[in-house]
Structure formats: C-alpha cells, structure tokens
C-alpha cells in the first residue's frame, strides 16, 4: 500500500520523467497483525493477540525507535487498533508508539498510514524536547502555559503535542498567515493574500473575511500529510533562488538555492551562483548595509555573478539580466498566487496583498502589479512576522470521524456524531483550561457526488436542504458546475477555538513627515533614477512617502515602485496604494 500510493504525479512534475519517491518505511519493516474489522465497524476477525507479541519481538530485533500502527477501517472502529498499542508499550517500554486512530481517524489508508508513519518518525525527539522544556520551566518557576504552534494555524499544550508531533509539521509558515491576518485586521482589512517569501521558498494564502481556510490535503517533501493545515500553495522562490542558463538558452530562476551558506554572492561568504538577492543589489534595491549596519553587502561580488552566469551567456546588459532575474521570480509567484485565487473562485483585484518575510517587502508592489493589486500592506516587522504570529494565535484543535459508510444525509446520525465529537473538544478545552466564555465551536462536514474520489468540505447546517445547497455552492465556486445527482456525507468534524488574549500592540505617535537619510540610485526599466532612502524605524502614523523609493529597516527592505505611494498606519504597517489597476 504504502509502495503503491496514488495514481497521480505532481501538479507541475513532466509524467514522463517523474519518478515516484521511495516508501516512507521499507518493506523489512512492515510487520502484520491477525485481524480484520469491515468498513462498517463490524468485527469480521478477531484480533489474534500472539501475533502481536510476534510482531513486537520482530521490532524488538530490528532495534526500532518508534512503531506506527495502521490496521485497515480503524476509523470506523478503533478497539483493534487501540489494543495493539497497548500491547506494544507493555512489550516495548521507552519505543514510542503511534496508533492512526490518535493522529487521523478518517478514511483512506494510504494518507491515514503516511501521517501516522510521520508522527512516529518525529515523536521521539520531538516529545523528548517538549518534556524537557517542560522540566526546565518549572524548575525555573515559570507558570505560563507552555504553548506550541501547529499547522492548523492555533497552538496547543505539550500533553497534545506528545502525542501527535506531526502536527507542528508546517507551523512556521501558519504562524506567518496568523501574523499576517492579524496586522491586517488592525488596519481594517479582512480579505488578503498574503505571500511570505524568505531565503528558499515562497508560501502562499488567501484569507476571506478574516478567516483562514484550513486543508487535509497538504505536503511535507514529495509525501501528502492529510493533518489539518493552513491552505497554503508553496513554491520553490526566494532571496537565494539560483538564476542560471540552461542548455537550450533559457534563463530558468529556482527552485534551487543558494541556501544559508555560503549564500548569495552579495553576501560575501564566498558564493559565486547569481541569485535574487544579488539582481537585487545590482538594480540597487537593497541599502550597502543590512541588519542595521551590521552587514555589508558586496555589490562588486553581486555584479560579478550576475555577469558570469546570466549576462554574459545571454548578451544583456548586467541591468537587463538582473531585471529578467526578478522578472522571472515575479512571474512565478504569480502562478502561485493565481492558484489560491482564480483557480479557486476569486478575483485578485478585490484583495490586499501581504508581502512579508525577509525578502517580501521587495516584491510586494511588483506582484501586486502583475494581479492588478492595488493595495499592498507591509507588516510593522515583516521578517519576523511569524513570531509575531505565535503571540496572536489562539488554542485550536480539530476531531473527525469518518463515516462507517458514505451514504445520504442523515441529520439524526450526524447529530449523534456531532455530540460525541464536541464532547471529546471540550474535554481537550478543558485540559487546556479553556474558560467557558472563550470557547468557539464550528461544525464541518466532507460531502461528494456519488461516485468522486474527492470530497468538498462546508460548514455543517440545520437542515439536509441548507447542507445540500451549501455543498451545491461551494461546488460551483471551486469548479464551475453543480451536478443533479445524490449528494453522500463522508467525514464530519468538529473545530474548536479556545481565544487567547489579545497581545498588546504598540500605537504610532503621529509623524513629522518623512525624511531621507540619503538617494541611491535605482535602476529601472526607463533609466536610473536617484530615490529616497527612508529608515523605517523614524516613520510615525501619518508619514507619506511617493514612490520610487526605498524603506530599510533592520529585518527587512520595502521597495516602493513608481506609481506607488504609501501612508504609515498607527499600528506601524505601511499601506501602499497605486492607482494604476
């Protein structure tokens, strides 16, 4: 199964030359147990618990740090799979064990088994470091929560977090969706799109009125995670993207990276491939020192490898190439952005783009340009706004149950579900302490037509009719057409929200209008231009700046293009507008 997988080959991978990654676990290490529970829950064959005591010997032998647990319809009854974990911890103590049934107990073996291998591959260390953290705390006397950041966007205690390790697997980048819904909010925007771009790759969201969409359909590497996470489309782009020419002629951007070390050559530690960040520099985009000063950037350097490894093969002017260089990664991002946008229903153009992460800011209005964007929204610190985003998220945590059949809607047996479900959320809120008065609870439902392979999630109604309308619309929305034919509810699941207080926020004292700390020259299409410089942290709520120009601060750079102009909102984030559509 696990060797198997699906029949489909990524979105943008040649059929032809693809080839499938190896399996997460090989075949010596596939150990079998006697038993058999049907698709409904029934028992069709007892569990033989010798063969469990065979299969832990066999572990024992091979010397394992960690054992997941898979048997076939689990989800539909739990009890075979639930005592062969608790016959393996008495066998095995110290091994950590993972049982599906406590990482993903919805239907589909195959993503159902890659989670549950995921959780186990990263428990021991992951729950090793979460128990001494905890240790350290309280011989420290520390009695704040000690809180962890999952992909669904929320955090959650350490108990959660041993227990299933794999849901931490993307929060980095949820954390900067967080931050980035947060800021935006402050300044009174609620649908954005936010485009976090660092070092190596760019991550991608669209949030609608404030909410961040979540997903069962995510990736960790070549592998799908159908865990609970933050709806993100990520690509290959960033500061350290490799610009090279291939053999045909073409200049190709990504997805490789010149990585942390040695780095862009702009950064002087002895790398020689031709970068974003080094076309940056060429076109003077980036001031002669980062970090506040601390770091210089080689421009010499810059220059010399953009020359090497895209002027020269190409005949273009250093300029030109650099510029073809970010041409090329803007282009690519957009692709991106398209998908979480116009592929799903949305017009871009009715959006705020959020541009954040070290190298966000430079491509902010750029991007904007190319969807037709016309406000773009630069962070008070937007290379570290995924920090800032731990501080704004609230406790969160998600409780499914797949159906033991798919098969009309039935609101009486749902209901049923339902209550078993948000019993099991407020047993968790109230192991996190949740006060009654700050818990939130969503009902969601996984329904399809008779006869897909996928299935459409919509928020739960009161009636089968409002159910089947909701899931008749968002069909429409997500492909374009509805169908007359019967609607089967798969998977039900239970949300919940348990809000955390809301962090201080500084406020801007009004400005005295901004002022240049100086007027590097700029490159652009129509001739070098000599732009203002401002240092970010003068600026106060009010402060207007006229584009072209250029906004240092110590963890980021803004570039605001020609055309566009900006105003600092008393939060600290800077509201670029243009009126060029």
Not at 212 to 231: A, F, H, K, N, Y
Not at 524 to 548: C, E, M, N, W
Not at 567 to 574: I, K, M, N, T
Request: net charge neutral; proline share 6%.
């Amino acid at each position: 199964m696990l060797t198997i997988g699906r029949q489909d080959i990524p979105r943008r991978a040649n059929y032809l030359a693809w080839v499938k990654p190896a399996r997460p676990v090989p075949a010596s290490r596939v150990l079998e147990v006697k038993e058999r529970i049907g698709a409904g829950g029934v028992v069709v064959e007892a569990l033989d618990e010798a063969s469990v005591h065979t299969a832990a010997e066999a572990c024992r032998a091979l010397g394992v740090e960690a054992i997941a647990v898979c048997l076939l319809h689990s989800f539909a009854n739990p009890a075979h799979e639930r005592r062969v974990a608790e016959i393996l911890r008495e066998k095995l103590p110290g091994i950590a064990v993972t049982a599906s049934v406590d990482v993903l107990p919805v239907v589909r073996e195959y993503e159902r088994s890659l989670a549950t291998v995921f959780n186990a591959v990263v428990m021991p260390g992951v729950s090793t470091y979460v128990s001494r953290l905890q240790d350290r705390l309280d011989g420290e006397k520390v009695t704040a929560p000690l809180l962890f950041m999952q992909s669904n966007g929320g955090v959650a205690g350490g108990a959660t977090i041993r227990r299933a390790p794999a849901l931490t697997a993307l929060s980095g980048p949820a954390a900067g969706v967080v931050g980035a819904r947060d800021v935006a909010v402050a300044c009174g925007f609620k649908d954005i799109i936010t485009v976090d771009i660092g070092g190596t790759s760019a991550d991608i969201c669209l949030i609608k009125d404030g909410k961040i969409s979540l997903t069962q359909r995510g990736q960790v590497g070549e592998w799908p995670l159908p865990l609970p996470m933050v709806d993100m489309v990520t690509i290959g782009a960033g500061g350290g993207s490799i610009a090279r020419v291939d053999d045909a002629g073409a200049l190709t951007v990504g997805p490789q990276s010149a990585g942390a070390e040695p780095g862009p050559a702009a950064y002087g530690r002895g790398g020689k491939a031709a970068t974003v960040t080094d076309a940056h520099v060429v076109l003077g985009h980036l001031p002669a020192k980062l970090l506040g000063g601390r770091m210089a950037l080689d421009a010499a350097a810059a220059g010399r490898a953009i020359d090497r490894k895209v002027a020269g093969p190409l005949g273009l002017t250093r300029e030109a190439a650099a510029r073809g260089v970010l041409a090329i990664i803007d282009n690519n991002m957009m692709g991106a952005l398209r998908i979480v946008s116009v592929e799903r229903g949305h017009d871009p153009r009715d959006f705020t783009l959020v541009p954040f992460g070290g190298a966000g800011p430079l491509h902010g209005c750029a991007l904007a340009g190319l969807l037709g964007i016309t406000r773009v929204l630069i962070p008070p610190a937007p290379g570290v706004l995924c920090a800032d985003g731990l501080l704004a998220a609230d406790l969160k945590a998600e409780f499914s149950r797949t159906l033991p059949k798919a098969g009309a809607i039935d609101m009486d047996a749902a209901g049923a579900i339902y209550a078993e479900l948000e019993h099991q959320a407020d047993d968790w809120l109230t192991a996190e302490a949740v006060a009654a008065g700050d818990r939130q609870t969503a009902l969601i439902a996984t329904l399809r037509y008779h006869g897909q392979g996928g299935e459409v999630a919509i928020g739960w109604a009161d009636s089968k009719a409002e159910v089947e309308a909701a899931f008749a619309a968002a069909h429409q929305s997500l492909y374009g057409f509805a169908l007359e034919a019967p609607i089967e509810l798969v998977t039900l699941r239970v949300e919940v929200t348990g809000r955390m207080p809301t962090p201080p926020r500084p406020v801007l004292k009004a400005g005295a209008g901004a002022k240049a700390l100086g007027r590097p020259a700029v490159h652009f299409v129509s001739g070098k231009v000599d732009v203002p410089l401002f240092d970010r942290a003068t600026l106060g709520a009010g402060d207007r700046i006229v584009g072209p120009a250029i906004l240092s601060q110590l963890d980021a750079t803004t570039l605001v293009l020609p055309g566009w102009q900006g105003e600092v909102h008393p939060s600290g984030a800077v509201l670029l507008t243009t009126d060029v559509a």
